[in-house]
Nanobody
C-alpha cells in the first residue's frame, strides 16, 4: 500500500502562486500514475490533475487548465502541483492520490486506491 504525504498548502491572495508536493512511500513509485484532487466545503471531491507513471502524459480539469502544472520526480518519489493565477474558487483541501491499479491514471475519486491526508489551500480576494 502506497502512503502519501502532501505539503505546501497555505494562504495566498488571488493571482498568487503555490506549489504543492506529495511524497510517496511504501511502493514502487515509478509504477504509479499520480493525481491531485480537491474538496471545497460542502462540495464533492473533484479531479484536478493527473500524470502518467512516466510523466509523458498529463491530464487537467478544465477549471485549472493553463494555470496549474503537474509534474513528478521519480528519483525523489514526489509529485508536484504548481498552481499559478490562483482564484478564490480554488480554495479547498487538496489531496494526492494513486489509482487502485498500477499504471492506471486516477481521474475519478472512485478509482482512487490511496489518499494523502490533504493540505489546505486558501485564496483570498
Amino acid at each position: 500500500q502506497v502512503q502519501l504525504v502532501e505539503s505546501g498548502g497555505g494562504r495566498v491572495q488571488a493571482g498568487g502562486s503555490l506549489r504543492l508536493s506529495c511524497a510517496a512511500s511504501g511502493g514502487a513509485f515509478s509504477n504509479y500514475a499520480m493525481g491531485w484532487f480537491r474538496q471545497a466545503p460542502g462540495k464533492e471531491r473533484e479531479f484536478v490533475a493527473a500524470i502518467s507513471w512516466s510523466g509523458d502524459s498529463t491530464y487537467y480539469a478544465d477549471s485549472v487548465k493553463g494555470r496549474f502544472t503537474i509534474s513528478r520526480d521519480n528519483a525523489k518519489n514526489t509529485v508536484y502541483l504548481q498552481m499559478n493565477s490562483l482564484k478564490p474558487e480554488d480554495t479547498a483541501v487538496y489531496y494526492c492520490a494513486v489509482h487502485q491499479f498500477v499504471l492506471q491514471v486516477p481521474t475519478t475519486a472512485g478509482s482512487v486506491g490511496s489518499w494523502g491526508q490533504g493540505t489546505q489551500v486558501t485564496v483570498s480576494s
